[in-house]
């Protein structure tokens, strides 16, 4: 009888390609692609902190909407946050910052909070770190290589940019295409090793 | 008379909607407190670029570059201004631009670019970009489409010129609407 494969730590966008919007759209950029990560992981963090209070103090029919008005009040107000911290990081990132209420991801964990199928321990937490942690190698590693230097997400006034390169590389990792093609090396990069080591593939 | 269940239901969800209330409104009076001293930081920021004062409050308008136009006063000369952000997802820049009240350029400052080193973000870049130096910038969206006016026709031009003359228009909106208090 074939062995059953244990459980890989839970990796929403290499391994359940969750997320994949602002992935691929805001990533070409190390500053915009920090920016939607943290914002992701607040939303998440926050969800799942907030979310067992909702369960305890509320019926369970409006465990749903107060779920989604909780996510739409996080990214509204991370938006004006980053809006004020950077108006060009604002407009750099654009519609994304305000649709992180709802992205898959946030749905996701919305609804696993709503079930209570995973705890914030166990899945959520080590979840939203796993993708800040990605977005922010895959959009360094793409803007580095793609248009050779590395831009910081700091606010008006300080020194942005680092150069790394004279000339950049792979002109590609800088356009969403590129983005893709990166996103599929990484999602094959990962499934060989877990196969490799046994683990279950997500 | 209501039943108990009812009522208890009811009194769940008036409780669960003035939650979502307070939460919507400190969501609200947090932007407006942010927005607030973003408006006197910008306006701080413009009065001392051009050396001159705020003639007045500044007026809102929901353009994708610009949030406010301010009104400005030199001497008894009067201008407008406004911070724009314009620019594409491989690059942003803030600019501080200055009009005469019938809506004509007058200068373009740079404040800020992401990320650095953009050639859009060398002072002085804008004026000879938009091809017409230091002559008057045209207002109107059917002059830009003439050959002479967009030389070197482009995505970054358009979005460009298209952000100065939607200011433009702002500049002329305002001060028709000045005019008429």
Redo the contacts between chains.
Sequence with gaps: MEKEKSPFLPDPLLGCLLGLCPAIAVSGNFATGSVIGLGLLLSMVSLGLLMPLVRRFSPERLWAPLAFALAASFSAFYSVLVGAYSPLLASLTGLFLPLIAVNCLVLSTLRKTIRRDEGLWTWLLPSALIYFVSLLLISAFREILGAGRLTLPMPAGFENTVGIFPEAPLRLLAAPAGGFILLGFLVLIGRVILDRKGKRIP | MMEPRKKE?LL??L??AA??AA??G??VL??IL?DR??QARDAALLARLSSSEQAGPARRFSDPAFAYLYPMSRGGKRSYAA?A?I?D??G???VAAFFSPDGRLEAVHI???????LPCGQDGWFTEFLGKGREDYPLLLRDLKKPDAVAGASESLMRTSEAFSRMSSAVIFAEAKGGER
């Design positions: 239901a769940a969800n409780a669960m939650f979502l939460m919507a400190l969501v947090v932007a942010i001293s973003g911070l952000n620019g997802r491989n942003m820049v803030r404040i800020d670019s992401m990320p650095a080193g």
